[in-house]
C-alpha cells in the first residue's frame, strides 16, 4: 500500500498523523509509534500507527475496552450532582 501523506490516522484517536512527527523523535521518545488495537495479539493486522500519548493511554486494554474505559471516565467526571 502506498504512503499517502495526511492520510495515516492514529489507531486509538483517529486523529491525522503528521509524519514530521516521525523527525521529531529523541532517542527512547518516538512522538509516533507502533500499536496494537489488541496488545495481546501480534498479527499484522492489528497493528497500525498512534501518537505516543494514545499509545501510552490505551495500555494493555483493547481498543474496545479502553474505549469503553474512557466513556466510564467521561461518565463519572460529567456528573454534577
Ligand atoms: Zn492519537
Given amino acids: 500500500m502506498p504512503i499517502v501523506p495526511h492520510t495515516t490516522r492514529c489507531l486509538v484517536c483517529r486523529g491525522l ?14 512522538e509516533i509509534e507502533t500499536s496494537h488495537s489488541n496488545p495481546r495479539l501480534h498479527r499484522p493486522d492489528n497493528v497500525g500507527f498512534a501518537h505516543r500519548a494514545c ?7 483493547t481498543l474496545d475496552e479502553f474505549y469503553d474505559w474512557i466513556k466510564e471516565i467521561l461518565r463519572a467526571t460529567s456528573r454534577c450532582d
Fill in 55 to 61: 499509545n501510552i493511554a490505551q495500555g494493555n486494554k
Fill in 17 to 30: 498523523l503528521d509524519f514530521k512527527l516521525f523527525a521529531e523523535a529523541k532517542r527512547g521518545k518516538a
